[in-house]
C-alpha cells in the first residue's frame, strides 16, 4: 500500500481534538474502502491493504488517544486484534510464497559459475519472482535472493518436505482467514464503523 | 490510636467476572470486614458474544444479589452500595438490565465510569499499604477485571494518572484462549496481541512498584502459594514465579488445576488469561515484581463512603488533585484537547524521536533481538506521527526526513520479519511431523545464514548514522517558522 495520504482541512493554530477527530476519520475511511474486500479469503493484496488501514488507524489513534474521547480505548484493542489477525494471514501467505520458490528451485552444479554471477542469477529471479508473485508478498529481494542461490539449493529430499510444510502453512492460512472473519463480520454486526463515527462526533 | 467506626454498610460490584459484596464497618482510611463472598458468573461471556446480558446471566446475577442483600441484612448493614462495571458499560441492553435489578430486588445499581472504577480501586487497594509506616511513596495500582484492567499511577497518596483499558482476563480468554488447557498459538497470538496493545498505551510516569488486584492477581497468588509453597505473607510474585505459573496453566486441564490447586474451575479457565496481562504489563513497566491486594473496587467504595458521606460518588468524579493527569475527562485531557496542534506535534514528534534512537546501541550490540522488533515499532510509530502532520510540515525537510525513517524501518523489518520467521518455524518444528523436519531445518538455516549477513548491513546503517543530526531534521520539519497553515 502506498504511503498515506496527507489529511486536508488540518489547521495548525486549531487544537489537537479537532484535527485528530480528522485525521481518524481520514484513517477510519480508508478501513471502510479495504474493508469491501473482507469476505474474499483470495484478495491478499486487498487485505493486506486493509491490515495497513488498519494499522494506521490504530497508530492515529493511539497517538491522539488523550485528545480524544475515552471510549476510545475499545475501538484501539478491536483494531489492535483486526491488525494482528491480519498480520498472521499475511506471514502465511508470504511463507507460502517462499517455500513455493524454494521447492521450484533445482540443484544445480553451479561449480562453473563465479560468486559474482551466481548471485546477479539469484538476484534476477528474485525480481522475477515479486513481479509475479507481488510487491506486498516480496518486500526482501535480498532475502529471496539469498534463499534462490543455486549452490545452496534444498535437495529432492529437502524439497518434499517443503511440500508438506507448504500444505501445512495453506491450513494455518485458512485458520487465521476464518479467525478475522468471524471478529470482522461480529464488528460489522455491531455497527463497529458508526461507532466510532460517533465517539469521533462526541464533543 | 482508637479508630472510630460507622455503623456496617455493604458494596456490592458486578463485573465482567465476578458479582462481589464485601460487608464491613468503614472508617475514612480503613475498614473492618465482615463478610467477603464472590460469585462467579461471567456476565462478559454473554456480552462478548453477543453484545447483550443474557437472560440466564441475569437470572443467576439476581439470584445472588438477593443472596448478598439477605447478608448485609444479616449484618444490619446499610446503606448497600452496588456499582457496575465494564461489561454492563458495553451491553447493549445495560439500561433494562439496571431496571430490572432495582425492581427485583430493590437495590439501585450505579454504573460507573472506567476512570472512576480506576479510582476506586486505588483507594480500595492501597488502604491497608498506607498504613504502614514505609509505605512507597511512588506507585501504581493495576485492577485486572474479566473485561477491562484499570492502571493507576500515585505519588505521595494522591493519583496522578489513571486510565482504564477494555482488556480482562474474560475478555481475553474469549477472543483467543478458548482451548483448555490453551494451545502453544493460542497463547503466542494473545501474548503478540497483549504486547502490541501495551507498548503502544502511553503511561505518563512509570510507577517503581505495583500493586496488582482482581480475582485473577488473587487466584494467581493462591495457585503459586500451593504449587510453589510460598509464605502467606507478604503477598508477592516475581516474574520468575508467573512464568512457572503459566508453564502450569498451559500444560494442564482447568478441571486438574482447579483440583490440585483449590481453585473454582471456572476461574481456572481465565487464570492463564490473567497472568498473560500481569507480565504484559510487568513487560511494559519493567518490573520483576509485583504486590497482590485482595481487596479492590469494593472496599473502595466504602472507603469513599466513609470519607465524603453521600457525595462520595460525585467526589471521586472530579480530580483528587490539581496535578492529577487522568486519562480522560479531566484536567489533563482538556489540556490535550485545547493545545494546538502545531505545539502538541512538536512535542510528540521530539518523543518519538527520542525513543527510537534509545535502541540504536542495542541493536548495535545484537544481544536481543527484541531490540530490533522495539526499534522498528518506534520508527513506525514517528512514521505515523509524521504521516498525521505533514499537512503543516515544511514540504522538503518532511520528504527528506520521510525518506530516511522509511530506510530506517525498512532495514529493521528486515530483520525482524527474518526473526519471527526463524522463530516461527523453531515452534513449528518441535510438534512438526518427521517428514517436515528436514526442509524445516534447510529453511531455518538458510533464513539464519541470510539474517547474520543483514545484521552486518544493519551495524554498517547505525554506525555512521548521526542522531543529532536525524533529530534537527525531525525539528526542521515541524518548526514553528516553517510551519504551513494545513489548510489546502
Known amino acids: ?203 | 490510636m482508637h479508630i472510630q467506626f460507622s455503623s456496617p454498610c455493604a458494596a456490592i460490584d458486578i463485573g465482567s467476572n465476578t458479582v462481589h459484596i464485601v460487608v464491613a464497618r468503614c472508617a475514612p482510611t480503613t475498614l473492618d470486614i465482615l463478610a467477603d463472598e464472590v460469585e462467579l458468573v461471567r456476565i462478559g461471556e454473554s456480552v462478548t458474544a453477543t453484545g447483550a446480558i443474557s437472560q440466564e446471566k441475569l437470572a443467576v446475577t439476581l439470584a445472588t444479589l438477593r443472596n448478598y442483600k439477605a447478608l448485609a441484612e444479616k449484618h444490619s448493614a446499610s446503606p448497600i452500595f452496588v456499582v457496575a462495571t465494564e461489561a454492563i458499560r458495553q451491553a447493549s441492553n445495560s439500561r433494562d438490565f439496571i431496571e430490572t435489578i432495582h425492581r427485583e430486588t430493590g437495590l439501585a445499581v450505579q454504573l460507573i465510569e472506567g476512570t472512576v472504577e480506576a479510582t476506586l480501586t486505588f483507594l480500595g487497594a492501597t488502604y491497608e499499604q498506607a498504613q504502614e509506616k514505609h509505605a512507597p511513596s511512588q506507585l501504581g495500582v493495576m485492577d485486572i477485571g474479566g473485561g477491562s484492567t484499570e492502571l493507576v499511577t500515585a505519588r505521595q497518596e494522591q493519583i496522578t494518572w489513571r486510565t482504564s483499558v477494555p482488556i480482562g482476563s474474560g475478555w481475553l480468554h474469549d477472543r483467543y484462549l478458548s482451548s483448555d488447557p490453551p494451545t502453544h498459538d493460542e497463547v503466542s497470538m494473545a501474548s503478540v496481541f497483549l504486547t502490541t496493545y501495551f507498548t503502544g498505551m502511553p503511561i505518563r510516569r512509570v510507577p517503581p512498584s505495583l500493586i496488582v488486584t482482581g480475582g485473577s492477581a488473587n487466584s494467581l497468588f493462591a495457585l503459586a502459594k500451593h504449587a510453589f509453597h510460598l509464605d502467606e505473607a507478604p503477598m508477592r510474585l516475581t516474574r520468575e514465579e508467573i512464568l512457572r505459573c503459566e508453564g502450569l496453566l498451559q500444560a494442564l486441564p482447568a478441571t486438574e488445576i482447579a483440583e490440585r490447586y483449590k481453585q473454582p474451575v471456572a476461574r481456572a479457565r481465565l487464570l492463564p488469561a490473567g497472568a498473560l496481562i500481569i507480565r504484559a504489563v510487568m513487560n511494559r513497566l519493567r518490573l520483576d515484581e509485583i504486590t497482590i491486594s485482595a481487596h479492590g473496587i469494593r472496599e473502595g467504595v466504602l472507603l469513599a463512603y466513609a470519607r465524603y458521606g453521600e457525595q462520595w460518588l460525585q467526589r471521586i468524579e472530579q480530580p483528587a488533585t490539581s496535578n492529577e493527569n487522568h486519562s480522560s475527562g479531566t484536567q489533563q485531557k482538556k489540556e490535550d484537547e485545547q493545545e494546538t496542534f502545531l505545539l502538541h506535534g512538536q512535542q510528540l514528534l521530539q518523543d518519538r524521536t527520542a525513543k527510537l534512537l534509545e535502541w540504536r546501541e542495542a541493536v548495535l550490540a545484537s544481544e536481543d533481538i527484541e531490540a530490533v522488533h522495539k526499534m522498528r515499532v518506534a520508527s513506525r510509530r514517528l512514521r505515523a506521527t509524521l504521516d498525521a502532520y505533514e499537512a503543516i510540515c515544511d514540504p522538503r525537510s518532511f520528504k527528506k526526513i520521510y525518506k530516511k525513517t522509511k530506510e530506517i524501518a525498512d532495514l529493521l523489518g528486515s530483520a525482524r520479519d527474518t526473526d519471527v520467521m526463524i522463530q516461527n518455524l523453531q515452534a513449528q518444528t518441535v510438534k512438526a511431523p518427521a517428514e517436515e523436519q528436514v526442509g524445516t531445518q534447510w529453511l531455518i538455516e538458510r533464513l539464519q545464514a541470510y539474517r547474520l549477513q543483514h545484521q552486518q548491513v544493519l551495524e554498517a546503517f547505525f554506525k555512521t548514522f548521526d542522531g543529532h543530526a536525524f533529530k534537527r531534521q525531525i525539528e526542521a520539519c515541524l518548526s514553528t517558522e516553517g510551519v504551513r497553515h494545513g489548510k489546502s
Open chain 1, 1 to 203: 500500500m502506498a504511503k498515506a495520504k496527507p489529511v486536508m482541512g488540518i489547521d495548525a493554530q486549531a487544537t489537537t481534538g479537532e484535527n485528530a477527530r480528522i485525521i481518524a476519520r481520514a484513517r477510519l475511511e480508508e478501513v471502510e474502502l479495504w474493508g469491501r474486500y473482507a469476505h474474499d479469503p483470495q484478495r491478499s493484496d486487498e487485505l493486506h491493504d486493509l491490515r495497513i488501514a488498519a494499522k494506521r488507524l490504530r497508530y492515529t489513534l493511539e497517538i491522539f488517544a488523550d485528545a480524544l474521547p475515552q471510549e476510545i480505548t475499545t475501538v484501539i484493542a478491536e483494531v489492535t486484534q483486526i491488525q494482528e489477525e491480519l498480520g498472521a494471514l499475511h506471514d502465511s501467505d508470504v511463507m507460502m510464497a517462499l517455500l513455493r520458490l524454494c521447492i521450484q528451485q533445482e540443484h544445480e552444479n553451479a561449480s562453473g559459475e563465479d560468486e559474482q554471477q551466481q548471485i546477479q542469477e539469484s538476484y534476477a529471479q528474485a525480481i522475477a519472482a515479486q513481479e509475479e508473485v507481488g510487491k506486498h508478498i516480496i518486500t526482501n529481494l535480498e532475502l529471496v535472493a539469498s534463499l534462490l542461490a543455486a549452490r545452496t539449493a534444498p535437495s529432492q529430499a529437502q524439497r518434499a518436505s517443503l511440500q508438506h510444510l507448504l500444505q501445512d502453512t495453506i491450513q494455518q492460512r485458512g485458520a487465521h482467514y476464518n479467525a478475522f472473519r468471524i471478529h470482522w463480520d461480529r464488528l460489522q454486526t455491531q455497527n463497529f464503523q458508526h461507532s466510532i463515527q460517533s465517539i469521533l462526533d462526541a464533543k
